[in-house]
């Protein structure tokens, strides 16, 4: 999310964030060999900052503020570049594992939305990716989110040691899940494979509620 909620502290944070979470990636050979980056930012408009990517080339994206959040816009193009970059299995060869997706927002959609997230939510047979939503600050919509993924966490305070230990979650998540492919260990359990959470800044979201 670049709307311009995010503005100030909060982009710089994310910013560092991301240099983060690729150096701590790149300090684990499994990741290495196994973990693709891509970046999708939205505001007014959504766009791929980047393609999905292999690990020691990545360089990531600067990140620029603007009006809007459309979320409807960025899930359709989530969509597309899934169907377009990931490698299907096929009867003959193995394909890629389904993408570990990290939505982080601090806002509500300026565009429709619904459609897009319950399309993505609701295609199980395949499962379009492994989505997990951080809802940032205290404007969000716990809601919208949980209309795209069962999978809901919230950083109530975005400053930038939240933020810092977010992205570190993140790392540590993705380097997890390279371990359970590897190992090719069923990761469909939402949770069971995922690093606990840093309760000083992430904690689970309560789904029909403004809890947590």
Do not use: H
């Not at 300090?27 to 939205?42: D, K, M």
């Not at 459609?115 to 989505?131: F, R, W, Y």
């Not at 809802?135 to 040691?161: A, F, H, N, S, W």
């Amino acid at each position: 999310d670049c709307s311009e909620s995010m503005a100030g502290p909060a982009i710089e944070a994310v910013t560092k964030g991301v240099d983060t979470l690729v150096n701590e990636l790149r300090g684990n050979p499994l990741a290495l060999e196994t973990a693709y980056l891509s970046v999708i930012t939205f505001s007014r408009k959504a766009k791929q900052d980047l393609p999905l990517t292999e690990l020691m080339v990545f360089s990531p994206p600067t990140l620029s503020v603007r009006p809007g959040t459309a979320l409807g816009a960025a899930l359709r193009l989530l969509v597309d570049c899934i169907q377009r970059e990931v490698v299907k299995t096929t009867a003959t060869s193995k394909g890629d594992y389904k993408p570990l997706v990290f939505l982080l927002t601090d806002g509500q959609p300026t565009d429709e939305w619904e459609e897009s997230a319950d399309a993505i939510k609701l295609a199980t047979n395949p499962k379009v990716a492994n989505i997990y939503a951080i809802g940032c600050g205290p404007d969000v919509d716990i809601q919208v989110l949980y209309r795209i993924t069962d999978k809901v966490v919230l950083m109530p305070d975005l400053t930038p040691e939240a933020i810092r230990k977010c992205f570190v979650w993140l790392s540590a998540s993705v380097q997890a899940m390279s371990v359970s492919v590897a190992a090719e260990v069923n990761p469909d359990n939402p949770w069971s494979n995922m690093p606990a959470l840093p309760l000083d800044a992430l904690q689970v979201a309560m789904e029909g509620t403004g809890a947590y």
